[in-house]
T-cell receptor
Framework: GEDVEQSLFLSVREGDSSVINCTYT??????LYWYKQEPGAGLQLLTY?????DMKQDQRLTVLLNKKDKHLSLRIADTQTGDSAIYFC??????????FGGGTRVLVKP | DTGVSQNPRHKITKRGQNVTFRCDPI?????LYWYRQTLGQGPEFLTY????????KSRLLSDRFSAERPKGSFSTLEIQRTEQGDSAMYLC?????????????FGQGTRLTVV
């Protein structure tokens, strides 16, 4: 079955870069996503990458995709305290349904 | 339109009772999804609709679970004879399927606690 894996926790100092890693299993996924979840809030789509791309940059966010290794990463530049949250990577299957990883809790220290 | 709306936000029920949750998607969205998220885990797919047709159900959706989307607009998720293991956040999402990239918008969820 499908299994998307992420490391559980990341601690970073304010102003540094954060890198969150993810491995996925479904090589047929057309899109891969990064979502952010803050306490008491729903899932917020941060960014996505089409499977035929290997990099996408969107302001402070950089997504890298290595299809050969089925590895996805999210880099947040100049991390702020407001970036403290749980980050989920997700792969897309038929019907646009999503398979999520277990989430990486990012704690930004001042 | 203010996005995907879920009601209630919180529900506490006794084991064995039935519960029903409602999701109102973004009005023009033809696809509607239900996910379940337990503490410390990522959301898991339960089922989805295209308009009023239920196109796929996860094996996580036992016989005690039923979902409907009668007119292709709002959807309900019912859990019969609730068990403590049903305690979770139930998330609804909607999207407009155009054959190209589509973004799924999530509601804030209904948190179910079975005591």
């Amino acid at each position: 079955g499908e299994d998307v894996e992420q490391s559980l926790f990341l601690s970073v100092r304010e102003g540094d870069s954060s890198v969150i890693n993810c491995t996925y299993t479904d090589s047929s996924s057309t899109y891969l996503y990064w979502y952010k979840q803050e306490p008491g809030a729903g899932l917020q789509l941060l960014t996505y990458i089409f499977s035929n791309m290997d990099m996408k940059q969107d302001q402070r966010l950089t997504v890298l995709l290595n299809k050969k290794d089925k590895h996805l990463s999210l880099r947040i530049a100049d991390t702020q305290t407001g970036d403290s949250a749980i980050y989920f990577c997700a792969e897309e299957a038929a019907g646009n349904k999503l398979t999520f990883g277990g989430g990486t809790r990012v704690l930004v220290k001042p | 339109d203010t996005g995907v709306s879920q009601n209630p936000r919180h529900k506490i029920t006794k084991r064995g009772q039935n519960v029903t949750f409602r999701c109102d998607p973004i009005s023009e969205h033809n696809r509607l999804y239900w996910y379940r998220q337990t503490l410390g885990q990522g959301p898991e797919f339960l089922t989805y609709f295209q308009n009023e047709a239920q196109l796929e159900k996860s094996r996580l959706l036992s016989d005690r679970f039923s979902a409907e989307r009668p007119k292709g607009s709002f959807s309900t998720l019912e859990i019969q004879r609730t068990e403590q293991g049903d305690s979770a956040m139930y998330l609804c999402a909607s999207s407009l399927s155009t054959g190209l990239y589509t973004e799924a918008f999530f509601g804030q969820g209904t948190r179910l606690t079975v005591v």
